[in-house]
């Protein structure tokens, strides 16, 4: 377990060095988060004052009214089809630099606009299951928040490899997810420690973040409100930018393990014998 701890460790390090090569792969996890509240806004702001709006708020209630399950299905579909979209533009420009080229943000708009059907179909997938599991959350309460939990993580888990086999095998959903499985069959031991690794790697990152925001909160208690303003919003800054290398990060990795599994070989950015470590012990 320390040996694949490790690795999980090394395998990070050498994907951020990778973003270093391409810092503009941050710019696909920024318009994905500002699309994301635009598509909120775009539900949330005309049921403003309807009994709908909690339904898109999130609230832990299952709605009554049929229409009110059509409308949350409508904002999951339209939220996970903006996510998969632009995680398929960042893939699809991870990829390219893996494979030696270098690749720009157009680059990754025309792939992901190739496979606008694949997205669609995926998105219709995971729209549906996000939706049963909120609905086995919101209906049988505390035991249906440990099972939805318990279920979105092994849901999560199967479908690791599932957008770079879109990006570049360009299977329907089924396909994809049969396809994620084979692949995290063989690399179950890096491919989920090397996630932990940057996890791990973020949650420590975070720590003087948050003694950061801790400092600017006693500031504004003891009548220095203006100095503590400004240090929570500063903290509040890096942590935004700690998620978008985070996202953008665990994006080349999940590529680089997933071009091994698909042609043998690991990418010239990463250490051979490290990546190939993941497929000696399953």
């Not at 991870?94 to 680059?107: F, M």
């Not at 890096?238 to 043998?264: D, K």
């Amino acid at each position: 377990m320390f040996e694949r701890i490790s690795n999980g460790w090394a395998l990070s390090k050498q994907s951020f060095r990778v973003l270093m090569l391409d810092k503009e792969l941050l710019l696909f996890p920024i318009m994905s988060g500002i699309s994301c509240l635009l598509v909120l806004a775009s539900f949330a702001l005309p049921l403003w004052d309807s009994k709908y709006f909690n339904t898109i708020m999130n609230d832990q209630q299952a709605p009554q009214d049929p229409l009110a399950y059509v409308i949350l299905f409508a904002f999951y579909f339209v939220n996970y089809f903006v996510m998969i979209f632009f995680n398929s533009a960042l893939m699809a420009c991870a990829i390219i630099r893996l494979k030696g080229g270098n690749p720009t943000v157009s680059d990754g708009f025309n792939a992901a606009l190739n496979r606008l059907p694949q997205i669609a179909g995926w998105a219709l997938v995971s729209a549906t299951v996000g939706f049963i599991l909120k609905m086995i959350e919101s209906r049988s309460e505390r035991i249906g928040q440990i099972v939805a939990g318990l279920l979105g993580m092994a849901w999560s888990i199967t479908t690791y490899f599932v957008i770079p086999v879109l990006v570049v095998e360009k299977k329907n959903p089924f396909e994809a997810m049969k396809r994620s499985v084979s692949v995290l069959r063989e690399t179950w031991g890096e491919s989920l420690v090397a996630n932990f690794g940057i996890g791990a790697i973020m949650f420590l990152i975070m720590i003087p973040v948050f003694l950061m925001m801790v400092g600017g909160g006693m500031l504004i208690a003891t009548g220095n409100a203006l100095a503590g303003g400004v240090l929570i919003g500063c903290a509040i800054l890096l942590i935004l930018l700690i998620s978008l290398v985070s996202s953008a990060v665990h994006a080349i990795l999940i590529a680089a393990i997933y071009l091994f599994a698909a042609e043998g070989e690991a990418p010239a950015q990463f250490d051979q014998t490290l990546i190939a470590h993941a497929f000696n012990r399953k």
